[in-house]
């Protein structure tokens, strides 16, 4: 399958520390995402990263992409209570189509303690 | 923009009623997907469409399950009878490019 994994399935930290989430994927792909759920909510798209791009910065986001390893990281720097929620990433298929399906993991739920 | 609606927000039926989930996408998004979240099998997509058009449909479990997209600004769902094992959120989204954007979903219960 080419579901992505996250790693680990969950994560408690205090406010202010980081959070390093991991995503591993079986097959080669044409961009990997980020998303967040809310509980009771829908996903939220955080980054896109393509696959000729091995790192992207979005305000507190910082993600990597190592397609030799078939991985990717999602960090968030000081950490609010606000970041609690589900962190999902989502593959696509290197089929040369820009839009398709998406292979979304399990997720990883962070919560950040006050 | 709205973003993308979905009703009902809940819905609790009993076995063997027609269910029929609803859907409006974000207007000018070409792509519509309908996916289900259970504890057990994670964000699952049922299927997709590209222009009103289905392009895949192979993750509707079963005959039971149809969708439609009579329009560009319009989806359904239906679940022909339901099932207990159908309980699950349902979540319809759309996208014009690789991004995709959410509903809030339908919990819905099958007693």
Redesign the interface.
Known sequence: SQQGEEDPQALSIQEGENATMNCSYKTSI??L?W?RQNS??????LI?IRSNEREKHSGRLRVTLDTSKKSSSLLITASRAADTASY?C?T?ADRGS??????????TQLTVWP | DAG?IQSPRHEVTEMGQEVTLRCKPISGHD?L?W?RQTMMR??E?LI?FNNNVP??DSGMPEDRFSAKMPNASFSTLKIQPSEPRDSAVY?C?S?L?????????TQLSVL
């Open positions: 044409n961009n995402q998303y009771g909510r829908g996903l939220v798209h896109l999902f989502a696509d820009t839009l398709g399906r998406l292979y979304f993991g399990r997720g | 993308v792509y997907f996916y994670g964000l997509l997709y392009i895949d979540f989204a996208s490019n690789e991004k995709l954007f959410f509903g809030s979903g």
